[in-house]
C-alpha cells in the first residue's frame, strides 16, 4: 500500500506531521509514540496495551497507521458517542487532510447491528403481529412518526444513503422498532424481496470495498468470538475504550428467558405448526411461570428442582416445536411470520439449553422483579477472558488504547480480563519524558501464546499542578442507609466554596436526589440538577450554560460527560464504587478467583472500583487550562490497605485531607475571572 510517496524514513510521523498541519494542531510527544508504538505493533503482529490519556489526540494516534498498514484493520468503539466522532469529525477531517496521498487506501466504512438500520421489508410489507396478522400504519402520534420514519427511509433508498437511525428524524425506541428488525427477525437477504436495496446489506458490501471499518465492541465479540460472521476478514483491530471491553463482550454474550417470551413465541408458532407443539410450549411457559416465582432471588449454584424440572419442559417443548415447522418450499418467498415465529421458539430453545445446563462456566440467576416487571432469569459467562483470548487474539492482531488501562500502576488487571495473561512473566520497564504529568512507561510481557506490550504514552496535562484529589478522611465510612448528616454537610460546603460548578458522582440515584435535595434547601441562590429530572443531553446543557450550577447524577455522569473549562471545578464522589455485594456475576467471579487461588476482592472488587474511579476523576481535567479538585468523600481511600491500588490508578494529582485547605483552593478558583 505505500509507495515511495510516503516511504520516508518513517512514514507513519510523516504522514501523522502532515495530517496535524492540515488540521491545524501541534504536535504532541504522546500522540507521535502512539502512533509509532501502532505500527510495530501490527508489523511485528503482537498485541499492544496502549493508555493515552485525554487530550493525548488517540484517535490520529491510531487511525493514521491503520491507514498505512497494507491489511483491512477494524476499529471498534464501546460508545455511539466515539463512534460518532470518529465517523463524522475525525475520519473525514483526515482523509480530506491526506487521503490524497499517492498509494494510500483511505477508504473507510461504518458497520452497526442490523437493527440500527431501517428495514424496507418492514416498512413496505408490515410487520406480523402476535396472531400472524399485519401491523400497517398505526394511529395516533406514534402512528404519525412511523409515517415519517417510512418516508425518510423510502428516500434514503432512493438516494443511496444509508438507512442508519442516527440519520432518521428524532424518534423513540417503540417508535424505531416498528420500522426496524433484529438480526433473528431478518429474512436474509437472498429470500428477501428487497434484498438488493437493504440498508444492512449495502453497509456490509461497503465495508468489504474499505480498508477501515468502524464498528463496535458487541458487533466485534458476536463476529469473533460466537463465530457469526459480521465483519468481512481483517487483519487487526483496534479497539478504543478498551477498558469496557469485557464488560461489553459479557454483555453480548448474555442472555434472558421470561415467561411471557415463551408465551409468544408459542403464539407466534400456532399457525405455522399443525400438532400440539405449540399449545405444549405454551404450557411450557405456564410451569416456568410458576417456578420463577417460587424461585430466590439471585445467583443459582444449583437449580431448584422445579426450577430446573421447568427449564427442561421449556427446552424439549421448544426442540419440538422448531422441528414441526414445516420446510419452506423451494422457489417461495419466505413468509416473514413463518420465518419470525420460528427464529423465536429457536432462541427459547437455545436459552433454556444453556440455562437448564447451569454449567460451571456460566452465572444464572434470577431478578428481583418490580410492579411492571416480572423477574427474569438471566445467565452470562463466568468469564469471557478465554473466548477473547481463543477467538479474537489467535487470529488477529489486537491494539487496546484507553485514557484508562492502567490500573493499580500496571496494565495486568485490565490484561488478564481480556485474554492476555501470560503464562510465564518476563517483565521489564523502561521510562522516558514524553509527558510533563507522567513519564512514557514501558512494560513488555511474553508468553509462548500471547506476547503483548504495555505502554503509557502519558498526557499533555500536568495534574499535579492543574488538579487537587481531596479525601475526606475526617468524615465516618459510609453506611448502607446512604448519606449521613456529615457527609451532606461536607457536600453543600464544597459546593458552596465553589459556587456551584460542581459535578457530583454518587453509587445510587437515592444518593444523588438526597444530595440535589440538600444542596437546594441550603443553596437556593444556585442552581442544581439531579439526573431523570430531564435528558441527559438537556441536563448537560443547562450545566454548561450558567456555572453556578451542580449537576448531580449516578453512572451515565462517571463515563458520558465531557465539561471541559470553568463549568466544572470540583467532581465530588460520595463514595469508592464497590460493586453491590449481592451481584450475582461479580460475587461469583469474585468467589471464582478464591477458588483458583487468587484474591477475589482485589481482582473483582477493587478493579472494578479502580476503573469507575478513574472514569469519574478523569471528568475534571478535560484541557491544558481547566483547574479544580476531585472530593472523595470516603475516607477508606486514605485508611484502607487497598487505598494505594485505587489512588495508583487515578491522574497524578496533588493530594491533601485537608478540608480548609480544598475549599481555600475553590474559593480562589471561583473569584478568578
Known sequence: MTTDAVSQTNPVRELLATAVAALGGQERDGQVAMADAVAGAFADKEHLLIQAGTGTGKSLGYLVPALLHDRRV????????????????????????????????????????????????????????????????????????????????????????????????????????QV??????????????????????????????????ITNHSLLAIDAIEGIPMI???????????????????????????????????????????????????????????AVSEAP????????????????????????????????????????????????????????????????????????????????????PLQVWGPMRDKLLTDNTVVLTSATLMLGGDFDSIATSVGL???????????????????????????????????????????????????????????????????????????DAAEGRTLGLFSSRRAAEAAAEHVRTALPHLTTLAQGEAQLPELARQFVEDPHTCLFGTLGLWQGLDVPGDTCQLVIIDRIPFPRPDDPLMSARSK?????????????????????LAQGSGRLIRTTSDRGVVAVLDPRLATARYGSFLKSSLPPMWATTDPAMVRAALKRLSAQP
Open 297 to 380: 432471588a439471585g445467583r443459582f449454584e444449583t437449580l431448584p428442582e422445579e426450577l430446573s424440572d421447568a427449564l427442561v419442559l421449556v427446552r424439549d417443548a421448544a426442540r419440538a416445536c422448531a422441528s414441526a415447522f414445516p420446510k419452506a418450499e423451494a422457489g417461495k418467498e419466505p413468509d416473514p411470520a413463518f420465518t419470525q415465529a420460528k427464529g423465536m421458539v429457536q432462541e427459547v430453545f437455545a436459552t433454556a439449553e444453556r440455562m437448564a445446563a447451569c454449567s460451571e462456566a456460566d452465572v444464572l440467576w434470577r431478578t428481583e422483579g418490580t410492579d411492571r416487571i416480572p423477574p427474569t432469569l438471566c445467565v452470562a
Open 592 to 612: 471464582a478467583a478464591d477458588k483458583a487461588g487468587g484474591n477475589g476482592f482485589m481482582q473483582v472488587s477493587a478493579t472494578h472500583a479502580a476503573l469507575l
Open 232 to 290: 468481512p476478514e481483517y487483519d487487526a483491530v483496534v479497539i478504543d475504550e478498551a477498558h469496557e471491553l469485557a464488560a461489553r463482550v459479557t454483555q453480548a454474550a448474555t442472555d434472558e428467558l421470561w415467561a411471557a417470551e415463551v408465551e409468544r413465541a408459542a403464539r407466534r408458532s400456532i399457525r405455522h405448526v399443525e400438532g400440539n407443539e405449540a399449545d405444549d410450549l405454551a404450557d411450557a411457559a405456564d410451569a416456568l411461570r410458576s
Open 74 to 177: 477494524v476499529i471498534a468503539t464501546a460508545t455511539l458517542a466515539l463512534q460518532h466522532q470518529l465517523v463524522e469529525r475525525d475520519l473525514p477531517r483526515l482523509v480530506k487532510a491526506v487521503g490524497t496521498t499517492p498509494g494510500l487506501d483511505a477508504t473507510y466504512a461504518v458497520l452497526k447491528g442490523r437493527s440500527n438500520y431501517a428495514c424496507l421489508h418492514r416498512i413496505r410489507e408490515g410487520a406480523p403481529d402476535e396472531q400472524g396478522e399485519l401491523i400497517q400504519i398505526p394511529e395516533g402520534t406514534m402512528g404519525a412518526k412511523v409515517l415519517e420514519l417510512r418516508k425518510w427511509a423510502e428516500k434514503a433508498s432512493k438516494d443511496k444513503a444509508t438507512g442508519e437511525r442516527d440519520e432518521a428524524p428524532r424518534h423513540t425506541e417503540k417508535e424505531w422498532r
Open 421 to 495: 495473561k501470560p503464562s510465564e512473566r518476563s517483565a521489564g520497564r523502561l521510562a522516558s519524558s514524553s509527558s510533563r504529568s507522567r513519564g512514557t512507561s514501558d512494560r513488555i510481557e511474553t508468553s509462548d501464546a500471547q506476547p503483548w506490550r504495555g505502554l503509557d504514552v502519558g498526557s499533555p496535562f500536568d495534574y499535579p499542578r492543574q488538579g487537587i484529589l481531596y479525601v475526606a478522611k475526617h468524615l465516618p465510612p459510609p453506611g448502607r442507609d446512604g448519606l449521613g448528616q456529615a457527609q451532606l454537610d461536607e457536600i453543600t460546603e464544597l459546593v
Open 180 to 213: 426496524s428488525v433484529s438480526a433473528r427477525e431478518c429474512l436474509s437477504a437472498s429470500k428477501c424481496a428487497y434484498g438488493e436495496e437493504c440498508f444492512a446489506e449495502r453497509a456490509k458490501e461497503k465495508a468489504q470495498r474499505s480498508h477501515l471499518i
